[in-house]
């Protein structure tokens, strides 16, 4: 495994994580495996690098602050390198607790980043005021984007979007879209039988028999079942598991033959 298992975002907040390595003045890497792979460098509790598919520096550390899925791992023998924060760590969790307290208000309207708006048909007798800033956001509320997509297609921050979207629903200009059908558009797709079994003959050929027990030991870190492990964590489940080859001709051997057979779409 990448380090010592610390939580899943799915039932405890980051910062929730993070905040008692900050306090006890840990070095290391927090590791955040899923669909959006983060790092997060700390020295003797400060931050030292963030890093995320998009952003380094300080700007990934915002971007990681408003994570709500993902596994994280601590790894104290990670080494950051050069400084790229230069912020002060106790001002940023200052900032991060403040986001926190935000995001606490806004889940009350918007629970979850899967959630559909669509534009309101009735005002609920509100006079209907369309901020500046609202335009983007209101012009992807089509009743099939989520507010992930929302987020994602105008490069703006969750925690903005989110903002945005309860301000509008607060003035009647938007609201909750029906999502009989929507959830199936946007349904997580499953990796199959398929991949496991590709997964465990390619890691028995360099780790022999406990290959089987790494995999069910990491399905099980990850909180997932084989029969439901959703398609868009294959990438991070991979990694977890090659990081745990300690020879570097294997892990490269076993790495070479997982993502040939990933770069074919038409097995996934």
């Known amino acids: 495994m990448p380090g010592e298992f610390l939580g899943d975002l799915s039932k405890r907040r980051l910062f929730d994580l993070i905040k008692p390595l900050v306090d006890a003045k840990k070095t290391g890497q927090v590791i955040i495996e899923g669909a ?13 690098h963030g890093e ?12 990681i602050m408003d994570l709500e899925d993902g596994t994280v791992f601590f790894d104290s023998q990670a080494v950051a390198g ?3 924060v230069n912020t002060d760590t106790e001002q940023l969790m200052s900032n991060w607790a403040q986001r926190e307290e935000d995001w606490e208000r806004i889940r009350k309207i918007v629970s979850s980043s899967d959630l559909v708006f669509a534009i309101a048909v009735d005002s609920g007798g509100h006079k209907r005021v369309i901020q500046e800033r609202h335009w983007g956001v209101l012009a992807l509320c089509n009743g099939i984007q989520n507010v992930s997509d929302i987020s994602a297609a105008l490069g703006r921050s969750l925690l903005d979007v989110s903002k945005a979207l309860c301000e509008m629903v607060g003035a009647g200009v938007i609201e909750k879209a029906l999502t009989v059908g ?4 946007h349904a997580r797709e499953t990796a199959g039988e398929s991949f496991f079994v590709l997964l465990q003959t390619e890691l028995t050929k360099v780790m022999g028999p406990i290959a ?5 030991d990491t399905l099980t870190a990850f909180e997932e079942s084989r029969d439901a492990f959703p398609k868009d964590r294959i990438e991070s489940f991979v990694r977890t598991v090659s990081d745990q080859i300690a020879e570097e001709q294997k892990r490269e051997q076993f790495g070479k033959a997982i993502y040939s057979s990933l770069m074919d779409s038409r097995t996934w």
């Open 182 to 185: 929507v959830e199936n558009a």
């Open 82 to 84: 050069k400084r790229m």
């Open 52 to 63: 995320t598919a998009l952003n380094a520096g300080e700007e990934a550390i915002l971007a």
């Open 36 to 48: 959006n792979r983060a790092g997060l460098y700390l020295e003797e509790g400060s931050f030292i």
């Open 212 to 216: 089987r027990i790494i995999i069910n």
